[in-house]
């Protein structure tokens, strides 16, 4: 079993946690784990971040569910006739190889995602003991969203090192800190295409800070 893992959640889907996760794996050389994948269509998360790294040190883990239908985890897993089961997550978690790096696991959208009749991603990082980078994107509604989700882990007594701020950010990223209570990581530029060169240079430039903080 590996020590204390870092789960990347944030705000919702489609804030780039999959980038997040490929930024510090790469800064950490850790490893990665994508447990429960939705959508089998095109490139997985799994892949892209396999696809986006540069050292030769990181572990990628395969997904221990991977179901076919791009939606909600509980709603997928009731298409393709299974049931994601928190149990069974953590057996498979206690079971990945002991390793001298990190272990960064990306959830699936925000922590109230269902991913089964009852229970949630934020229940998921619980069950794993896990302490937590929140992602945080600018749109209309951001502030909302992100202290919302920073009171429902303060509510739950998660663990949170910090905020990655995520895309064109405007001059609210100090604000949401603040009122969070959760210390800004870093801010990542938006970049038009995401290539290993940006991963790497983006990598570079958080490293130290990163370090120093997990």
Request: negative net charge; aromatic residues 8%.
């Amino acid at each position: 079993m590996p020590a204390q893992p870092i789960f990347i959640t944030g705000t919702g889907t489609g804030i780039g946690k999959t980038i997040v996760s490929a930024i510090i794996v790469e800064a950490l050389q850790a490893d990665y784990w994508k447990p429960v994948q939705a959508g089998l269509a095109g490139e997985t998360d799994t892949m892209l971040v396999q696809n986006l790294i540069s050292n030769n040190e990181s572990v990628i883990h395969p997904e221990l569910y991977k179901l076919t239908t791009p939606a909600s985890p509980h709603i997928a897993a009731k298409k393709d006739n299974v049931r994601i089961d928190l149990n069974t997550l953590k057996e498979k978690y206690n079971q990945l190889p002991v390793a001298n790096h990190n272990l960064v696991i990306e959830g699936a959208g925000g922590l109230m995602v269902p991913l089964n009749e009852n229970e949630f991603v934020i229940d998921l990082i619980k069950k794993l003991d896990a302490k937590v980078i929140l992602v945080s994107r600018n749109y209309l509604g951001s502030i909302n969203h992100s202290l919302l989700t920073a009171a429902a882990c303060q509510q739950r007594n998660i663990e949170v090192i910090g905020w990655v701020f995520n895309d064109k950010y405007m001059d609210y990223e100090e604000e949401i800190a603040g009122w969070s209570g959760y210390p800004k990581i870093c801010s990542l530029p938006f970049s038009a295409s995401i290539t290993k060169a940006f991963i790497s240079t983006e990598a570079s430039r958080i490293k130290t800070s990163l370090q120093s903080i997990i």
